[in-house]
């Protein structure tokens, strides 16, 4: 039996205590919350009571790197969100202290388990390399999202968008990217040119109100990549979940390594630094 802690009680948290009431090889021991329904504890005495084996960071991406460090070496195994971190450097620094705790972290990544990602990976095989195209994505930002002191730039807090990318089309390099914001919007253009050649722009426009949404038109060599139809699948969070027990149990693999979760956000950090 394992026993989970968890910081941050929102949509994700939320879904992490779900997963685990599903689960009878998991128990949920404490919660960290400013919502006054299912706060438990306060963060120190979660991470070092010997009652809890794992910490699951959900909360603002401000506070990841910081919380999984001190569940980590407070000896904890740790799941994360994603962004890891809001740096490359600290997001390294992170799994060097898993590694020397002999821990594991694990960061999710469900963009790369969803149903569009899916059927898109099926189609970008048959279709061979990318030669150009655009990714266009649109979602709502309202709250702490908004808010790039807690949320990151958002090239950190969009990092799906790019993981999906590098996904699709392997490891990449910016060659150029741009920010502009609004009262109501934020827009990010960056162009990817992928080391095994061809490029693809991300168009990620996000703002109040805005209905999550994508259209993807990018001319491959043997066709073109559209929007498909997303596949079946199980519970995002929870085949997450599943994940990360077997890392702890078998020392499974994840389904996303940690070189291509720092691969990416040395992305997002390159996008941001081009930005400013
Ligand atoms: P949310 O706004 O629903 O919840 C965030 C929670 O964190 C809130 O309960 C808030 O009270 C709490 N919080 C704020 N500051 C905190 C702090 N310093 N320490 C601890 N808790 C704090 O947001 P969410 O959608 O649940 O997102 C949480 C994390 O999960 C984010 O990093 C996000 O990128 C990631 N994530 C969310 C989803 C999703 O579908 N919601 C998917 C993938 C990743």
Request: hydrophobic content about 40%.
């Given at each position: 039996?394992?026993?989970?802690?968890i910081v941050g009680a929102?949509?994700a948290?939320?879904?992490?205590?779900?997963?685990?009431?599903e689960r009878s090889d998991l128990?949920?021991?404490?919660?960290i919350?400013?919502?006054e329904?299912?706060?438990t504890?306060q963060?120190?005495?979660?991470?070092?009571?010997p009652?809890?084996?794992?910490?699951f960071?959900?909360?603002v991406?401000l506070?990841?790197?910081?919380q999984?460090g001190?569940a980590l070496?407070?000896g904890?195994h740790v799941l994360?969100?994603y962004?890891?971190a809001?740096?490359h450097?600290?997001?390294?620094?992170?799994?060097?202290?898993a590694?020397?705790r002999?821990?594991?972290l694990h960061?999710?990544?469900?963009e790369l388990?969803?149903?569009s990602?899916?059927?898109?990976r099926?189609a970008a095989q048959d279709?061979?390399?990318?030669?150009?195209?655009v990714y266009?994505?649109?979602?709502?930002?309202?709250g702490?999202i908004?808010?790039?002191r807690?949320?990151?730039?958002?090239?950190f807090s969009g990092?799906?968008r790019?993981?999906?990318l590098?996904d699709?089309?392997?490891?990449?390099g910016i060659?150029s990217a741009a920010?502009?914001?609004?009262?109501?919007e934020q827009?990010?253009?960056?162009d990817?040119?992928?080391?095994n050649?061809?490029s693809?722009?991300l168009?990620?426009?996000?703002?109040?109100?805005l209905p999550?949404?994508e259209?993807?038109r990018v001319?491959?060599?043997?066709?073109d990549?559209?929007?498909?139809?997303p596949?079946?699948?199980?519970?995002?969070?929870?085949?997450d979940?599943d994940?990360f027990?077997?890392?702890?149990n078998?020392?499974a693999?994840s389904?996303?390594s940690?070189e291509?979760?720092?691969?990416?956000?040395s992305?997002?950090?390159e996008?941001?630094?081009?930005?400013r």
């Open positions: 039996m394992l026993r989970v802690g929102g949509r948290g939320r879904a992490r205590m779900r997963a685990i009431a128990e949920l021991a404490g919660v919350s400013s919502q329904d299912v706060g504890h963060f120190e005495d979660l991470i070092r009571s009652e809890v084996d794992c910490i960071v959900c909360s991406n506070a990841h790197a910081e999984a001190a070496a407070a904890k994360c969100e962004p890891l809001l740096s450097a600290d997001a390294v620094r992170l799994f060097d202290l590694h020397e002999n821990r594991v960061v999710e990544h469900i388990l969803s149903g990602q899916l059927a898109l099926r279709l061979g390399r990318p030669v150009e195209g266009h994505t649109e979602a709502n930002s309202e702490w908004a808010d790039m807690l949320a990151g730039f958002p090239s990092i799906s790019l993981s999906r590098v699709l089309f392997g490891p990449a060659e920010f502009e914001e609004s009262e109501d827009r990010l253009v960056a990817l040119r992928f080391v050649g061809g693809c722009r168009d990620y426009r996000r703002g109040r109100g999550r949404r259209d993807w001319r491959c060599e043997r066709g990549l559209r929007t498909v139809s596949l079946p699948t199980q519970p995002l969070f929870a085949t979940l994940f027990v077997r890392r702890i078998d020392g693999e389904y996303v940690d291509r979760i720092l691969d990416v956000l992305l997002a950090e996008i941001q630094d081009r930005c």
